[in-house]
C-alpha cells in the first residue's frame, strides 16, 4: 500500500485545459471520493493516476516514486473500471489470475491468491463461468477480485457501482467500504453520486470544471462547505438558496431577501467591513420548519405546492418569497397542496454565501 | 387466421427459397450428372459411366500434379494474406494522422478488376520491356533480361504474391471489423494489469480475433481455390502446367480438349475438398470452452449469492 500524491497537476486535449492545479495528497490506506458533476474530469484524474492518460504539467507520485513518465503496466495500481472490462473469453478464475500470470507467479501463489479472493467475495461457485453467464453484481464482484488479488499499491474505482440497480448498489457500497476496512488498501473511487461519496468516503474531493472545490471528510464538508458549489452538490434533497442582500453594520447583520423580507444574521469575520453586498443565503431543507395557518398576512408564509410522504418523513414542496423551497421534516406531518403554512428557519444552521464568486461568508 | 399467421413465414420465403434451389441446386446437380456420365464434347450425355471419369482424373498424372499445385497455392496465398493482414488492420485501427487516406489506399485494389490486376501485372514482369527487370537493372542488382514466367518457380512465386496482394484488401476489412469490437478498456485493464504489448495481443485481441480469422481463412480458402482470373492471364497454366491449379486444369479439360466428363468430375472433387476442408476447419478450431454457450443467469440470482458470500 502507498500514498498517492497529486501535485500542481494539468491536464490538456490539444489547447482544450481539462484539469487546473490539481492537488490531493491521498495518504497510506485512505479512502478517498472524487466527486463532482459529469465531465468536471474525475475520470481523467483517476485514469492519469493509472497512467491511462498522459500528466501535461505537474506531478503525480506513488509512494516516493515519480510515475508520470512510468507506463500502465509497470505501475502497481489496480482498477476496476465501469464496465468491468472482464475479459470475455477468459473464465472468472483466468479473468482474475491474468495480472498474476502477467507478472510470472507461480502456479502455487495463483492458487493461494485465488483460493483467499475467491473466499473473501464469495466466487467460489462462479470460477468456471465466463463473464457472460454471471449477472451484473456477479460480475462487478469479479472485477474486484480481479483488482484485489494482485495486492497492489492502490486501488482505483471508476462508477463501479453505476450499472447496478438502487438495492444493489447499496449492498455493493457497505461490501467495497466493508473490504476497505478489511484490507486497509488506499483507494481512490470516483463517482457522480453524492451519497457514494457521503457514505464511503474517508475524505472526498469535490470537483467542478476541472477544478478542486474542496477536499475535507464527509462531515467537514456537510457542516462547512467552502462555497456555494459545495453546499449545494452534497447532501439530499439539495440545499435551498435564496438570493439577496447582506447588511452589515459592527455586530449587526441582516440579510434583507428581494422580497424585502429580513433574516438576522450572526455576523462573522469573513463578511467584512462592506456595508452592503449581495448574497444567498443556503439553507439545508432539514433546518426548516412549517407550522400550518390560517392567514396569508405575514411574509413568512408560504404555500404548499407538492407533499411527498416516505412513510417516516415528509418532503414538501413550497412556494416561499417567489422562489420554491424543499422541506424535510424528520417526522410524519399532514400537509395538503394549497395549504398555507408558516416557514420558519433555523438560522444558527443557514450559510451565507457571497452572490459573486460563491464563498462561504459565515 | 392463426394457421395462416403459422404459414405464412413459409409461403413469403418460399419463392426466393425455390429460386435459390434452382439456381445454385440445379448447376451442381447437372456437374454431379455429367461426372456420372460419358459426356460428348457438346455437353450431351451419353452413357452411364459410374465412377469412370473419375478414374480416368486420378490416372492423369497432370491432375494429380495439380492437386498438389493448388494446396501449395491456396496455404501459400491464404496463409500470407492472413498473416499480413493482422497487422496492417492493427496499424489501419491505431489513430493516426492520415488514418483514412492509408485506409483507402489498403483497400483501392479491391476496386480494380482481377483481370485489370493480373494484365498489369503481366507487364510488370514482362521479360522484354517489364518495368520489374528495368528497375533491377538500374539498381544494378540485374544483368540483362529474364523473363520471369518462363520459369516456372519464378512464375508460382508471382501469381502467389500478386494473389496476395489482391486478398489483402477483403481481409483487412474483416479483421478492422474485428479489432473495432474489441472495447479499447479491455487493453486498458490489461494494462494496468502488467500486460506488455505483446502479451495483449497474445492474450487479448488473438484470441478476440478468433472468430474473424475463421471467417476470413474460411472464405479466402473459397475464394483463392476457385481463383481462376490471375492464373489464367498471367501463365495460363505453364510452364508445363507447372503454374495450374484445379480450376485451370478443368477449365482446360472442358473448353480446350473438349473432355466435359472428366472435366466434370474434377469440379466434383474440388467441391468435395472445399466442403470437407470447412467442416474439417471449424471442427479443429471450434470453441473448445461450450460452457459460454450456456443460457445467461437472470439478474435476479445476484442478491442471493451476495448473501450467500457473506456466510
Ligand atoms: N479524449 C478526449 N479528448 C478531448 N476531451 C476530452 C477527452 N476525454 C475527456 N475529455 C473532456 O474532459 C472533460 C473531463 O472528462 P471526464 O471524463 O474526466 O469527466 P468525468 O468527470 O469523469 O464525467 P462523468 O461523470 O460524466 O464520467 C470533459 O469535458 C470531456 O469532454
Ligand atoms: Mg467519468
Redesign the pocket.
Known amino acids: 500500500m502507498s500514498s498517492i500524491n497529486v501535485r500542481d497537476v494539468a491536464k490538456f486535449?490539444?489547447s482544450?485545459q481539462?484539469l487546473f492545479d490539481v492537488n490531493v495528497a491521498i495518504e497510506h490506506g485512505e479512502f478517498v471520493v472524487l466527486v463532482?458533476p459529469?465531465?468536471?474530469?474525475?475520470?481523467?484524474?483517476l485514469r492519469m493516476i493509472a497512467g491511462l492518460e498522459s500528466v501535461s504539467g505537474g506531478e503525480i507520485r506513488l509512494g516516493d516514486e515519480l510515475i508520470n513518465d512510468v507506463s500502465p503496466q509497470k505501475r502497481d495500481v489496480a482498477m476496476v473500471f465501469q464496465t468491468y472490462a472482464l475479459y470475455p473469453h477468459m473464465t472468472v478464475e483466468e479473468n482474475m489470475l491474468f495480472a498474476l500470470k502477467m507478472r510470472n507467479q507461480s502456479p502455487q501463489e495463483c492458487a493461494v491468491a485465488l483460493k483467499q479472493v475467491s473466499e473473501i467475495l464469495g466466487l467460489g461457485d462462479l470460477l468456471d463461468r465466463y463473464p457472460k453467464q454471471l449477472s451484473g453484481g456477479q460480475r462487478q464482484r469479479v472485477a474486484m477480485g480481479r483488482a484485489i488479488v494482485r495486492n497492489p499499491q492502490a486501488f482505483l474505482f471508476d462508477?463501479p457501482l453505476s450499472n447496478l440497480d438502487a438495492k444493489l448498489r447499496s449492498h455493493m457500497r457497505t461490501e467495497i467500504r466493508g473490504l476497505h476496512q478489511r484490507l486497509g488498501s488506499t483507494s481512490v473511487y470516483?463517482t457522480?453520486d453524492q451519497v457514494e461519496a457521503m457514505t464511503m468516503a474517508d475524505r472526498i474531493v469535490v470537483?467542478n470544471g476541472?477544478r478542486i472545490e474542496q477536499i475535507g471528510t464527509p462531515i467537514e464538508l456537510y457542516d462547512n462547505p467552502a462555497n456555494k458549489f459545495v453546499a449545494g452538490f452534497l447532501g439530499s434533497p439539495t440545499m435551498n438558496f435564496i438570493d439577496g442582500e447582506l447588511r452589515v453594520e459592527g455586530n449587526d447583520a441582516a440579510f434583507i431577501s428581494h422580497h424585502q423580507h429580513e433574516f438576522q444574521v450572526d455576523s462573522h469575520a469573513n463578511m467584512g467591513d462592506l456595508r452592503k453586498r449581495r448574497a444567498t443565503i443556503g439553507i439545508r431543507p432539514q433546518n426548516i420548519t412549517l407550522t400550518p395557518v390560517d392567514s396569508q398576512g405575514d411574509a413568512m408564509v408560504g404555500r404548499v405546492r407538492v407533499v411527498e410522504q416516505t412513510g417516516s418523513e415528509t418532503i414538501s414542496v413550497v412556494d416561499f418569497l417567489d422562489t420554491e423551497i424543499i422541506v424535510q421534516s424528520p417526522r410524519r406531518q399532514l400537509l395538503n397542496p394549497d395549504q398555507m403554512v408558516l416557514v420558519e428557519f433555523d438560522m444558527a444552521a443557514a450559510h451565507m454565501f457571497d452572490a459573486q464568486n460563491g464563498l462561504r461568508l459565515n | 387466421m392463426r394457421s395462416i399467421g403459422k404459414f405464412s413465414p413459409y409461403l413469403l420465403i418460399a419463392p426466393s427459397f425455390f429460386l435459390s434451389v434452382f439456381v445454385i441446386g440445379y448447376p451442381i446437380f447437372d456437374v454431379v450428372r455429367m461426372s456420372l456420365f460419358k459426356v460428348n464434347r457438346f455437353g450431351k450425355l451419353q452413357k452411364f459411366n459410374g465412377f469412370g471419369n473419375f478414374t480416368k482424373a486420378f490416372s492423369d498424372d497432370v491432375f494429380l500434379q495439380t492437386i498438389g499445385q493448388t494446396a501449395i497455392w491456396t496455404v501459400s496465398v491464404v496463409g500470407g494474406t492472413v498473416l499480413l493482414s493482422i497487422p496492417i488492420a492493427m496499424i489501419l485501427n491505431e489513430d493516426f494522422y492520415g488514418r483514412s487516406v492509408a485506409r483507402t489506399i489498403i483497400l483501392l485494389p479491391w476496386a480494380v478488376s482481377l483481370a485489370m490486376t493480373a494484365v498489369v501485372w503481366t507487364w510488370v514482369v514482362n521479360g522484354d520491356f517489364g518495368t520489374l527487370n528495368m528497375t533491377l537493372n538500374s539498381l544494378g542488382l540485374m544483368d540483362g533480361n529474364y523473363v520471369w514466367l518462363a520459369n516456372a518457380d519464378a512464375a508460382f512465386t508471382i501469381v502467389i504474391l500478386i494473389g496476395i496482394l489482391v486478398s489483402i484488401p477483403f481481409t483487412v476489412t474483416i479483421f478492422l471489423g474485428g479489432l473495432t469490437s474489441i472495447p479499447d478498456t479491455l487493453y486498458e485493464a490489461a494494462m494496468t494489469d502488467g500486460a506488455s504489448g505483446w502479451k495483449r495481443f497474445r492474450y487479448i485481441t488473438m484470441p478476440l480475433l478468433k472468430p474473424f480469422t475463421q471467417i476470413a481463412v474460411v472464405l479466402n480458402v473459397i475464394y483463392v481455390f476457385n481463383s481462376f482470373p490471375l492464373i489464367w492471364i498471367m501463365t495460363n497454366g505453364g510452364p508445363a502446367n507447372q503454374t495450374d491449379i484445379l480450376i485451370t486444369y478443368v477449365y482446360k479439360q472442358a473448353f480446350r480438349f473438349g473432355k466435359l466428363d472428366k472435366a466434370a468430375a474434377g469440379s466434383v472433387v474440388m467441391f468435395l475438398m472445399l466442403v470437407v476442408f470447412t467442416i474439417l476447419y471449424f471442427y479443429i478450431t471450434r470453441d473448445k470452452h461450450p460452457a459460454a454457450k450456456k443460457a445467461k443467469q437472470p439478474d435476479g440470482a445476484a442478491l442471493e449469492d451476495l448473501n450467500v458470500s457473506k456466510a
Open positions: 486535449y490539444g482544450q481539462v463532482g459529469s465531465g468536471c474530469g474525475k475520470s481523467t484524474l462508477e470516483v457522480h470537483m476541472g
